[in-house]
C-alpha cells in the first residue's frame, strides 16, 4: 500500500476512537508503519471527535496535512462537512447520513446543514462522496452501536489489506456474545460499499 | 530476549518503559494528557501504584520512595507540576538515592488544559536535566536512561512529553516479557543530604550548579541525540513532535534531533551549525532552544518561522516555510486559499445526560444569575428579564466537568482558574467587600486535591461562603480515577474511603448539607437558605456519574398535548432532549429515564412522564 490517510470523525460516543485503533492494528499486522493521533479528553461529552490515522511503509507525523486525506470517514453528517478540507483531491469521503444536532441548533443558534448542503461543502474537494445511511442499517442489524464496524467494513473495500486481517482483528477485540453482530455489521458495510461502488452510486 | 512490534501511545510506552526499567513505586493525580501512565502502571505486578490527593503529594510520596533506594516514578500535566513544583525543587537540592523520573505532559494547542506553559523551562529553572521522545518508541528506550542518569548524576529527571506524543500511537519494538531488576530499599541515614536547613542547603548549591556541568558533557555523547545529514542548505534543530512535523514537511534537510534538551549538548549543536547552511529550529510554544543556541553565538531561524502560540502541525509548518522561501511554492494554489468559508455550527462539549452536576448548574443560573447576555434565545421579553436578574449570586468554579456549565444553555460560571481556586477566591471576593452572595463550586476529587485547604482558611478568617462540593464520587474528567472519597485504589481494589461530609465537619463547618444531586427543589432551596447566613456552609451534592454506573431507569417521555413550547427544559442543556421543527423529543439511546428526570422538574406543564415500561 502507499501512503494513506485516513481522517475519522463523529461524535462522542460513537465509536469512532475504537474504529481507528481497530483499523491502525489491522494495519500494523498487515506489515506497515502506523501512527494515529486522536482527540480525547472533553470530546467525550458529546464534543466532536477527530482521528488521523496514517498507513504506509514510514510515516513520520502523526498528524495529517489538510488537502492530503485519502478517506473521510464521517461519522455523523456534520462532523463530515466540518473536516472536508482535509481531503485531497479526488479523495474518497464516506459519510453517514446521520444528523445529530449540537445544543446551538436545538436551541435555534444556527442551522443544521442539509444533506444537499453537505454535498456542496465536500464537493470542492471531491466528486467521490458516498452517503451511507450506516445507522439505519445498524439498528436493522440489531444494535445501532456496531455502525463503527459497519463504517470499517466499507472502508475496508478500498484499502490494500485482505479481508480476513479485519476478521480476525475482530474476533479477537469483540467479546464472543456480540462477534457473530459485528461480522454481520462489517459484512453488510463491505457489500454495501461494493454494490456503490459497482453502480458508481454515490 | 524477544521483541515485540507492538502499536502503543506515548503513555503506554512510556508506562511499559519504566516497568521494564525496573520501577517500583509510581503516583500520579489523573490529568489530560498524562492520565494513562499510572493507568496502564497499575495494571502491571510487583510495583506500587496510587493516585495521591494531587501533584505535589505524589512527588513527595516518589522522593520519598527515591530516598528508600528503589526506582520512582511520579506522572502528571503540566499544570501538575505548577502545584508540585515546591517538592520537585527540593528533589533537585537533595538530590535522589533510586532513580526519580517527573514525567510531565504539556498540552500545547490547550486540548483539554486552561493554559499551554512549556515546561522545558522548569528544568533550567529547577536545574534538571530534561529529556524528549518524539514517538512511542523513544519514549519506551529513554526511560532506561532517564532512571541511569538521574542514579549517576544524584538528580531527578524531567522526562516532557506533550499531548501529540501522549496521545499518539506509533509503532513501538518492546521487550515481551522483560527480566526485571528492582532494586531493594533501604534508608541509609545522611541528615547533610536529606535535611535541608540552611547550613546543610548551602554547600549543595554549588553541586548543583557542577551537575549541570557535568551533565553537559554527558549529553555530548548521549546515544540517542542524532544526527541525520542530507542537504546541507538547511540543517534542522528539532525534538519531541516538533521533529516529526519537520520530517513530514522538509525532505531532504539535514536534522539534529534531540532528545536532551537541557542542558543542551552544545559541542554537538556546533558540530551540526557547522555542517550546514543556515540553521532553523523548529519547536512548539516558547523559543526554549532558539534562546542558549543563539546566546552560543550561532545565527538561527526560528520563532519569525515558527508560532509561538498554540500547537505545532505539519500544515503550519508547511505554510510558513513556503512563505519564507524555505520550501518552493506548490504547483497548484492550495485548497484552503479557494475554500468558501461556510459557518458550520460548533459542537462544544456538555454535561452527558443523567449528569448529577446539571441540576445545581441550572439552579445557579437561575437563582441568578445571568451575568452575560444569553446567546440562546431570540430577542423577546425573557431577554430584558435576564438582564434584570445581573446582580446575582456570583458563581466561582473549579476544574471539572461542571466546568462545562459555563456554556450555554447553562450559562452558570463567573471563574475558573485552577484546581482547588474556587473555594479561595470566593473568600477574595467577599473578603474585598462585593455585595453579592457568593457560591463557590468544586469537584469531590478536586476539593480533596487542594479544595480543602481554602475552606480551612474561610473558616479559620472567618468567611461566610457557600461552598458546594459536586460528589459525583469518581475523577470524571479525566476518565473515573479513584480518589481517597471513592473507596477504590489506583488498582481498583477497595480500599477505606473518606467520609466528605465528616471531613468538612472537621475543618470547623457547622453548616453542612447533603442533598441528592437530581432533586432540584431541595438544591435551589438549600443555596438559597446557605447564601443569607452569617456563617460558611457547605452543600455537599451527590449522585452518581452516569457514565461510570451506565444504569438506566424507567424511560421518560413527552406528551406533547401538554406542551406549550416554552421550551425550557432545553435550558438545562441535556443532550437527549431535541427540538425537531417546534416538536421537543427525547431521545431514548441517550436518556438515563427516571434516573435524572430534571427535565420533569423544569417542565411547568407536566408534559414529561415517566413511562411504566
Known amino acids: 500500500m502507499t501512503k494513506t490517510d485516513v481522517l475519522m470523525t463523529g461524535v462522542g460516543g460513537q465509536g469512532v476512537i475504537l474504529a481507528s485503533d481497530a ?161 454481520k455489521a462489517f459484512a453488510r458495510g463491505r457489500e454495501e460499499a461494493l454494490i456503490r461502488k459497482q453502480n458508481r452510486q454515490h | 530476549m524477544a521483541i515485540t512490534k507492538r502499536l502503543l501511545s506515548g503513555n503506554e510506552a512510556m508506562a511499559l518503559g519504566a516497568y521494564h526499567a525496573g520501577v517500583s513505586v509510581a503516583t500520579a493525580y489523573p490529568g489530560t494528557p498524562s492520565t494513562e501512565i499510572l493507568e496502564n502502571l497499575a495494571k502491571m505486578e510487583g510495583i506500587y501504584v496510587e493516585w495521591s490527593t494531587n501533584e505535589k503529594v505524589a512527588m513527595e510520596v516518589a522522593l520519598g520512595a527515591s530516598y528508600a533506594g528503589v526506582r520512582a516514578l511520579v506522572s502528571m500535566k503540566h499544570v501538575g507540576l505548577n502545584v508540585a513544583a515546591d517538592p520537585f525543587f527540593a528533589a533537585s537540592v537533595t538530590g535522589v538515592r533510586g532513580g526519580l523520573v517527573v514525567i510531565c505532559c504539556d498540552d500545547p494547542g490547550m486540548h483539554s488544559s486552561q493554559n499551554e506553559q512549556d515546561n522545558r523551562h522548569y528544568a533550567r529553572f529547577a536545574k534538571v536535566p530534561i529529556l524528549e521522545p518524539s514517538d512511542s518508541q523513544e519514549a519506551y528506550n529513554i526511560m532506561e536512561w532517564a532512571f541511569k542518569m538521574s542514579e549517576e548524576f544524584d538528580t531527578p529527571v524531567l522526562f516532557r512529553s506533550t499531548t501529540r506524543i501522549s496521545h499518539c500511537k506509533t509503532v513501538a519494538n518492546v521487550k515481551e516479557a522483560a527480566d526485571i531488576k528492582r532494586k531493594q530499599p533501604r534508608f541509609i541515614r545522611d541528615p547533610y543530604k536529606f535535611v535541608m536547613v ?179 434565545e431570540q430577542a423577546s421579553e425573557k431577554r430584558a428579564m435576564a438582564r434584570q436578574k445581573r446582580q446575582g449570586i456570583i458563581v466561582t468554579s473549579d476544574i471539572g466537568c461542571y466546568t462545562l456549565a459555563v456554556y450555554p444553555p447553562l450559562l452558570a460560571l463567573d471563574t475558573c482558574a485552577c484546581m482547588g481556586a474556587s473555594i479561595g477566591q470566593a473568600h477574595g471576593l467577599e473578603k474585598a467587600g462585593v455585595t453579592n452572595k457568593i457560591v463557590s463550586v468544586i469537584g469531590d476529587s478536586t476539593f480533596l486535591h487542594s479544595g480543602i485547604t481554602s475552606l480551612v482558611d474561610v473558616v479559620y478568617n472567618k468567611g461566610h461562603g457557600t461552598v458546594i462540593i459536586l460528589d459525583n464520587n469518581t475523577t470524571a474528567m479525566t476518565g473515573h480515577q479513584g480518589h481517597p472519597g471513592t473507596g477504590i485504589s489506583a488498582r481498583g481494589e477497595e480500599t477505606r474511603k473518606v467520609i466528605m461530609e465528616d471531613l468538612v465537619r472537621g475543618t470547623g463547618v457547622r453548616d453542612v448539607s447533603v442533598v441528592n444531586a437530581f432533586d432540584l427543589p431541595l438544591i435551589e432551596a438549600t443555596i438559597k437558605r446557605c447564601v443569607e447566613t452569617d456563617e460558611p456552609s457547605v452543600i455537599i451534592v451527590r449522585g452518581p456519574c452516569p457514565l461510570r454506573v451506565r444504569m438506566k431507569g424507567k424511560p421518560l417521555v413527552v406528551d406533547l398535548e401538554q406542551c406549550d413550547k416554552c421550551f425550557n427544559c432545553l435550558r438545562v442543556g441535556c443532550a437527549a432532549i431535541t427540538k425537531d421543527g417546534d416538536k421537543i423529543t427525547i431521545d431514548t439511546a441517550l436518556c438515563v429515564g427516571d434516573r435524572c428526570s430534571l427535565c420533569l422538574q423544569v417542565c411547568h406543564r407536566q408534559a414529561f412522564k415517566v413511562s411504566e415500561r
Open chain 1, 23 to 183: 483499523l491502525a492494528e489491522i494495519a500494523l499486522k498487515a506489515g506497515y508503519d502506523v501512527k494515529k493521533s486522536d482527540s480525547l479528553g472533553m470530546s467525550q461529552r458529546g464534543g466532536s471527535v477527530v482521528s488521523h490515522l496514517r498507513m504506509g511503509e514510514h510515516i513520520f507525523s502523526p498528524m495529517i496535512k489538510k488537502g492530503d486525506v485519502d478517506f473521510l470517514l464521517a461519522f455523523e453528517r456534520l462532523e463530515g462537512a466540518r473536516w472536508a478540507d482535509y481531503l485531497r483531491r479526488g479523495g474518497v469521503a464516506i459519510i453517514n447520513n446521520l444528523a445529530i444536532p449540537p445544543l446551538s441548533v436545538v436551541g435555534g443558534a444556527s442551522i443544521y446543514p442539509s444533506t444537499v448542503e453537505v454535498e456542496e461543502i465536500i464537493r470542492e474537494y471531491t466528486d467521490e462522496i458516498y452517503f451511507i445511511p450506516a445507522t439505519e442499517i445498524a439498528v436493522e442489524l440489531g444494535n445501532p452501536q456496531v455502525l463503527n464496524v459497519l463504517l470499517v467494513g466499507f472502508l475496508s473495500l478500498f484499502l490494500d489489506i485482505e479481508e480476513k486481517s479485519y476478521i480476525g482483528n475482530l474476533s479477537q477485540r469483540v467479546p464472543q456474545k456480540f462477534l457473530q453482530l459485528n461480522l
Open chain 2, 198 to 376: 540552611p547550613s546543610n542547603a548551602r554547600p549543595r548549591h554549588p553541586l548543583m550548579e557542577e551537575r549541570i556541568q557535568k551533565l553537559s558533557s554527558y549529553m555530548e555523547a548521549f546515544p540517542l541525540n542524532e544526527m541525520i545529514l542530507g542537504d546541507r542548505s538547511i540543517g534542522i534543530i528539532s525534538a519531541g513532535a516538533a521533529y516529526q512535523y519537520a520530517r513530514e514537511v522538509f525532505h531532504n534537510a539535514s536534522f539534529l534531533k534531540l532528545v536532551t534538551t537541557y542542558p543542551l549538548p552544545k559541542k554537538l549543536i556546533k558540530r551540526f551549525a557547522s555542517e550546514v547552511a543556515r540553521v532553523v529550529v523548529i519547536e512548539e510554544l516558547d523559543p526554549f532552544l532558539e534562546d542558549i543556541i543563539k546566546i552560543m553565538g550561532i545565527q538561527v531561524i526560528g520563532k519569525e518561522l515558527v508560532p509561538i502560540v498554540g500547537e505545532l502541525n505539519p500544515q503550519i509548518l508547511e505554510e510558513r516555510a513556503i512563505n519564507a522561501g524555505l520550501l518552493p511554492q506548490p504547483q497548484q494554489m492550495s485548497q484552503s486559499t479557494k475554500k468558501v468559508e461556510r459557518a458550520l455550527p460548533l459542537r462544544p462539549p456538555l454535561l452527558c445526560p443523567g449528569c448529577p452536576h446539571a441540576a445545581t448548574s441550572y439552579a445557579l443560573r437561575r437563582l441568578g444569575f445571568y451575568h452575560v447576555e444569553p446567546h440562546d
